[in-house]
């Protein structure tokens, strides 16, 4: 079916009360598997593709973006391209030529004058270009090239005062806030603040979205969701349960040679991991 845009999920699955589950796409495998699992689950999901995934294809989106809106295309589950974590202003430039809906501009490093003047100017010129735009208030902790972050520390959380002026002064269409979970979390550990999310989703205008999913439990999610939480990234639990499969057949199969026969595999378990998930998000 063709694809539908990210702004247009997440409205629809804030109406109902429920969420809209985003998996991170690295290869043309990921998109396939999430496609499938989206089906069998018979909901709907995003496919996000982040800044990290396009430096491993060699800086260059448009293979990738054009793999993973063709699966999208041709899945029958309803199905929306984002780009995610973005902090290269080329890159958020590129995202609309490439059939992108939506884009998460992440400034969260920088200063809050700094992180509310970068995200503004990228809520204009994505607006002006019909493209949805979520940014981060608070510390996700656990990116690709930062020191571990401890997501209890002191001034970690995002402040509820805060995050209403600065939807209103950058005109973001969500907010990712930072509630206990962290970035590529290979435990499901986590313990989130929903006294903080209920706060967040009473004040803040906009639809909250949850990064690093993969390190919270299903009911932990599950809470999240009842609590105000509407767009729930997931990435490194596909990853984990891709290599895991991998493994266990070269483990079981020391000639293999035939990438097919050890990537079939990979790709069913990120199928299960997206349809499990599926169940008590959206």
Do not use: C
């Amino acid at each position: 079916m063709p694809l539908v845009s990210t702004g247009e999920l997440v409205s629809g699955a804030r109406a109902a009360g429920h969420g809209v589950a985003a998996f991170n796409v690295i290869t043309l495998e990921h998109a396939e598997a999430v496609a499938l699992g989206a089906e069998r689950a018979g909901a709907p999901a995003i496919l996000q593709i982040s800044e990290n995934a396009v430096k491993f294809h060699g800086g260059r989106l448009s293979a990738i973006a054009a793999a993973t809106a063709a699966v999208a295309r041709t899945s029958s589950a309803p199905l929306s391209l984002h780009l995610d974590h973005v902090t290269d202003p080329e890159l958020l430039r590129a995202a609309h030529p490439e059939g992108f809906s939506s884009v998460m501009f992440d400034a969260s490093k920088l200063s809050y004058g700094e992180n509310v003047k970068a995200t503004a100017d990228a809520v204009r010129w994505g607006h002006e270009r019909g493209i949805w735009v979520e940014a981060e208030l608070g510390k996700v902790g656990g990116k690709e090239g930062e020191a571990p972050l401890d997501a209890h520390a002191p001034g970690v959380r995002t402040d509820p005062a805060e995050a209403v002026a600065y939807v209103a002064e950058t005109g973001v269409d969500a907010l990712a806030v930072a509630v206990g979970s962290s970035h590529a979390m290979t435990e499901r550990t986590a313990s989130l603040d929903h006294e903080l999310i209920t706060a967040l989703a009473t004040a803040v205008p906009v639809p909250l979205v949850l990064h690093g999913s993969s390190g919270v439990p299903d009911t932990e999610i599950r809470r999240a969701v009842a609590s105000g939480i509407v767009k729930v990234n997931v990435g490194t639990a596909l990853n984990t349960a891709f290599t895991g499969a991998v493994r266990a057949f070269l483990d079981a199969h020391p000639s293999a040679v035939d990438p097919r026969k050890y990537v079939t595999p990979g790709r069913e378990a990120v199928a299960q991991t997206v349809t499990h998930f599926q169940q008590f998000i959206a």
